[in-house]
Antibody, heavy 125, light 107 residues
Framework: EVQLVESGGGLVQPGGSLRLSCAAS????????MNWVRQAPGKGLEWVSY????????YYADSVKGRFTISRDNAKNSLYLQMNSLRAEDTAVYYC??????????????????WGQGTMVTVSS | DIQMTQSPSSLSASVGDRVTITCRAS??????LNWYQQKPGKAPKLLIY???SLQSGVPSRFSGSGSGTDFTLTISSLQPEDFATYYC?????????FGQGTKLEIK
């Protein structure tokens, strides 16, 4: 079964750090681009970060740039999100999501076809 | 950044109804538009990609259309399991961005 399982969420004080993990199974993890997407309580979805299959290309949302770091370990079938200088507005459920590519050549675009169950991050004193 | 706006924000309908949700992009995104369904406490599920392509395993009562800036998601005959929140997402340019969601409720 194709599956993503997040872990590492919890309660942290403003200014603190947390590292999220996402364990992949049931597919060749090293062949897929991956993402983190978050959802604040009662709010919509916000894309956070992207990493290419090799880890050589990385993007961040402006809201987390300079504070969050995405990484992956293809040998361990794992995706990570290191979150530093956390703020109250980072409080959310964090999902890892697999990229599904469609189109061809320079017109290749993406959707998110497999999602984990999410891990809750609460930033509060 | 591209802004995505969905309408309506909420919608009440009955089992068997035909329902349409609209998504508008702040600039042309060609057909690089995806739709997701999310039920309470669950992760989103991909329904449609490239504006009109049905994801594997998704019932055929779901359909999508549109290109450029205006898109629609249609459910031809609502089933009890379709009551959920629906999000559109553009993948034309980074950062990918989502609409604010449309909550579909039982009338």
């Amino acid at each position: 079964e194709v599956q993503l399982v997040e872990s590492g969420g919890g309660l942290v004080q403003p200014g603190g750090s947390l590292r999220l993990s996402c364990a992949a199974s049931g597919f060749t993890f090293s062949s897929y681009e991956m993402n983190w997407v978050r959802q604040a309580p009662g709010k919509g979805l916000e894309w956070v970060s992207y990493i290419s299959s090799s880890g050589s290309t990385i993007y961040y949302a402006d809201s987390v740039k300079g504070r969050f770091t995405i990484s992956r370990d293809n040998a361990k079938n794992s995706l990570y999100l290191q979150m530093n200088s956390l703020r109250a507005e980072d409080t959310a459920v964090y999902y890892c999501a697999r990229t599904f590519l469609y189109g061809s050549g320079s017109w290749t675009h993406d959707a998110f076809d497999i999602w984990g169950q999410g891990t809750m991050v609460t930033v509060s004193s | 950044d591209i802004q995505m706006t969905q309408s309506p924000s909420s919608l009440s309908a009955s089992v068997g109804d035909r329902v349409t949700i609209t998504c508008r992009a702040s600039q042309s995104i060609s057909s690089y538009l995806n739709w997701y369904q999310q039920k309470p406490g669950k992760a989103p599920k991909l329904l449609i990609y490239a504006a009109s392509s049905l994801q594997s395993g998704v019932p055929s009562r779901f359909s999508g259309s549109g290109s450029g800036t205006d898109f629609t998601l249609t459910i031809s005959s609502l089933q009890p399991e379709d009551f959920a929140t629906y999000y559109c997402q553009q993948s034309y340019s980074t950062p990918d961005s989502f609409g604010q969601g449309t909550k579909l409720e039982i009338k």
